[in-house]
């Protein structure tokens, strides 16, 4: 918990999606919600709990979306 995630994705495909704007990424996490446009985010305010975060972009030739799961843990004490 507090610590940085790192969420990237890209678009590739054998048809061309034409130019996509960085605020046409939307990530959502299924416990937060909202997390960040753009195809590369930073995130330090995750929930504790087992996230499955969604990567969405639109483009001219539709909707293309990825997800990955992210177990944020309780920080314990260094001591």
């Known amino acids: 918990k507090g ?5 990237a994705s ?6 061309d999606p034409g130019v996509v704007d960085w605020s046409d990424w939307h990530w959502v996490s299924d416990i937060d919600g909202d997390i960040g446009h753009g195809p ?3 995130v330090t305010s995750l929930t504790v709990g087992k996230h499955e975060v969604t990567a969405s972009v639109r483009h001219r030739l539709g909707l ?5 799961r992210v177990f ?6 260094y001591k």
């Open 3 to 7: 610590d940085t995630i790192h969420f």
């Open 40 to 42: 590369r985010i930073d």
């Open 64 to 68: 293309t979306k990825a997800s990955v």
């Open 10 to 15: 890209e678009l590739n495909s054998g048809l």
């Open 72 to 77: 944020v843990d309780a920080a314990k004490p």
